[in-house]
């Protein structure tokens, strides 16, 4: 596992050095199967950026869809215009990668500016880079893929949990209305990141079993992925 | 046995077991492994969408979507110095009130036929002076400057100053003689002006608190801000990137559709001449023919008027 090199406002090596040891000590005590330590750290890191490029390349097509329609132009006919083949378009509309020359051949045979293309939110790219890593994370820890892919509301949920110390400190106190509060202050938050109310009940069973499959590919994956890119 | 992170997800969890028994034991300890596990990971988890992540994820800024409001750790040195310096502060600020009000009482102010005599406060027999004096101006028989008969100075033969001090402290500032009634009149006096003193502390004290609250939330102000600048610098770099490589490929995309569209025209307007080159020859081809059939034609009948012309 690649040292996770938390960089503190002021300086101060704080916490680091707690954090990376329990790490370790895990992947010592449970090694991985097949892969080392570096290439885990770097698979990670890929999983990571590979998420973004995907949900852009899904937005391209959609896009490039709407615009054969409105021109009413077919697929064959929008790849002899460019010179490519018509199943490379038929991708591209699948939400295959464009390459930026064809994309910019495009452009030119819709008569369409860079600023029309359509680019998902940054923070809809980063949740969904952190979704492909986690899930990446938690195949690697359990080795087995996880019976249900992590989905948002998932996520925001562990977000609000991890990053507060409300909820560690209802368990060390072992006190349930403590625990209570805490569920309805996460489903509270949750509200407001997704901006409508969850799809389904955030309770505290719900929020164990959550923490129970998913918590420890979060502490691994926070600890892999944004600290290393902070110093690089 | 399970690792130090398997107990710590089994305790998040809400865990029964072995594991979670030793995580909630180790909580008790604030700076034990478990506490700043957990603080580190608060920190990293409240840090993954934080602005580096997204430059780091190289994405281009966009519309940008709800970011829950999680306000930054206060800063540290903030957090180290104000409880260090607190107790200190506190013990001169009373130090500094108390040796005022003792400065600024009547009773201490120096007569001025007595010079230098009055500034001290002399104890009775035993005690020791509150202020120096020096001893070639002192004399046995000088009066108090408040009406306290002076007492006689310490021989070698009496107990040390701090012993003394330490036994008959309560009967250091007992009035004697006459004036009785004025003394206690003075120490009323001073009793009160020692509560007004104590109340203009805690005065200053609370302001000093009320500043010291302000300047933790400028600090704090300034420390989300520099991150905010941070970030903004970051993105205003990637979106000057951005553009440049933008209209790089924008003028390649152009030469290159330029270039093609030229290509493509000489290749039309070659064809365009040839076809023009061969129209003219198939014309010029007709021309002639058209010309021999024409001569032929005018050629044929004169031979046969000719013929049957009478002679």
Not at chain 1, 82 to 87: A, L
Not at chain 1, 114 to 135: D, F, G, K, N, V
Request: glycine letters at 6%.
């Amino acid at each position: 596992m690649k040292a996770a090199t938390l960089t503190d406002a002021e300086g101060c090596p704080t916490y680091k050095h707690v954090y990376e040891k329990i790490i370790r000590e895990h992947f010592a005590a449970s090694p991985l199967d097949d892969v080392e330590d570096e290439s885990f750290a770097r698979e990670v890191a890929k999983r990571f950026r590979k998420a973004p490029l995907t949900l852009c390349s899904r937005s391209i097509g959609k896009w490039i869809n709407r615009k054969l329609r409105e021109a009413k132009w077919t697929q064959q006919g929008l790849a002899d215009r460019i010179g490519v083949d018509r199943s490379a378009v038929a991708y591209w509309i699948r939400g295959g990668n464009i390459t930026l020359d064809n994309l910019a051949q495009v452009l030119i045979e819709f008569k369409s500016q860079w600023s029309e293309l359509p680019i998902p939110a940054r923070q809809e790219m980063a949740i969904a880079a952190y979704l492909a890593a986690l899930t990446f994370v938690r195949e690697r820890l359990a080795g087995a893929p996880p019976g249900k892919p992590l989905d948002r509301v998932s996520f925001w949920c562990l977000y609000h949990l991890l990053s507060e110390r409300f909820w560690a400190e209802a368990l060390r106190l072992s006190v349930p209305d403590l625990l209570s509060t805490e569920a309805q202050r996460v489903a509270q938050a949750v509200e407001a990141s997704l901006g409508q109310r969850p799809p389904t009940a955030v309770s505290v069973a719900s929020l164990q079993r959550l923490t129970a499959e998913w918590a420890g590919a979060w502490l691994v994956c926070i600890g892999s992925i944004p600290c290393a890119w902070a110093t690089q | 046995m399970s690792t130090q992170l398997q107990a710590m997800v089994e305790f998040l969890s809400g865990g029964e077991g072995a594991g979670s028994y030793r995580i909630r034991s180790e909580l008790a300890d604030p700076e034990g492994d478990a506490a700043r596990f957990l603080a580190a990971a608060r920190r990293l988890s409240r840090d993954v969408l934080a602005p580096h992540v997204f430059k780091g994820l190289g994405l281009p800024p966009s519309a940008r979507g709800r970011v829950p409001d999680v306000p930054p750790p206060l800063a540290r040195a903030a957090q180290r110095r104000f409880p260090h310096i607190l107790p200190w502060l506190i013990t001169a600020l009373s130090t500094g009130a108390v040796l005022w009000l003792l400065l600024t009482c009547p009773c201490h102010h120096p007569k001025p036929d007595g010079p230098g005599q009055a500034a001290a406060l002399v104890p009775p027999a035993g005690g020791e002076a509150l202020l120096p004096i020096p001893s070639a101006e002192r004399k046995p028989s000088d009066p108090a400057p408040s009406g306290i008969t002076a007492p006689s100075l310490p021989s070698k033969d009496d107990p040390p100053a701090r012993a003394v001090i330490a036994a008959d402290k309560p009967k250091a500032f007992l009035p004697r003689g006459d004036d009785d009634v004025g003394l206690l009149k003075q120490i009323a006096d001073l009793k009160s002006r020692l509560e007004a003193g104590e109340a203009e502390a805690a005065a200053i004290r609370g302001q000093r608190t009320d500043l010291l609250t302000k300047m933790r939330g400028i600090e704090v102000e300034n420390d989300r801000l520099g991150r905010q600048t941070a970030g903004l610098r970051q993105e205003a770099a990637g979106l000057e990137a951005q553009i440049e490589q933008l209209g790089k490929n924008r003028a390649k995309a152009i030469e290159t559709a330029v270039t093609n569209q030229t290509a493509l025209l000489q290749e039309n307007l070659g064809k365009a001449r040839e076809e023009l080159r061969t129209e003219r020859a198939g014309r010029e081809q007709l021309q002639k023919q058209f010309d021999e059939q024409i001569r032929a034609l005018s050629v044929e009948p004169r031979a046969k008027q000719k013929e049957q012309r009478p002679r």
